[in-house]
């Protein structure tokens, strides 16, 4: 298993940034996948961006341009880097781990942070 623990979640104006934090406690080198969702009131969870163990990245297309995933290992961090935040950007984010344990795949999750983006 992996406890994941964010931060970073802000309340911010329009156009401002935000950078979210990931800390796992444990190495996350070999988990296959790391990503961020987010979750909206009344919305359902959705992806946000994820990355996986050698580096390939995914986005949702309304962050695309705007929001950059990174993780470092030796830190076992995960980071979200959101720039030219929007309104529509407010939500609660979510820290995901998806790993393989030789069986099946499992994902941890993390508490949230709140993000909120005032107009």
């Known amino acids: 298993q992996v406890q994941l623990v964010e931060s970073g979640g802000d309340l911010v104006q329009a156009g401002g940034s935000l950078r979210l934090s990931c800390a796992a406690s444990r190495s996350i080198f070999s988990i296959n996948a790391m990503g961020w969702y987010r979750q909206a009131p009344g919305k359902q969870r959705e992806l946000v961006a994820t990355m996986g163990s050698g580096g390939t990245t995914n986005y949702a297309d309304s962050v695309k341009g705007r929001f950059t995933i990174s993780r470092d290992n030796a830190k076992n961090t995960v980071y979200l880097q959101m720039n030219s935040l929007k309104p529509e950007d407010t939500a609660v984010y979510y820290c995901?781990?998806?790993?393989?344990?030789?069986?099946?795949?499992?994902?941890?999750w993390g508490q949230g942070t709140q993000v909120t983006v005032s107009s």
């Open positions: 995901n781990a998806h790993e393989y344990d030789g069986l099946r795949y499992n994902d941890y």
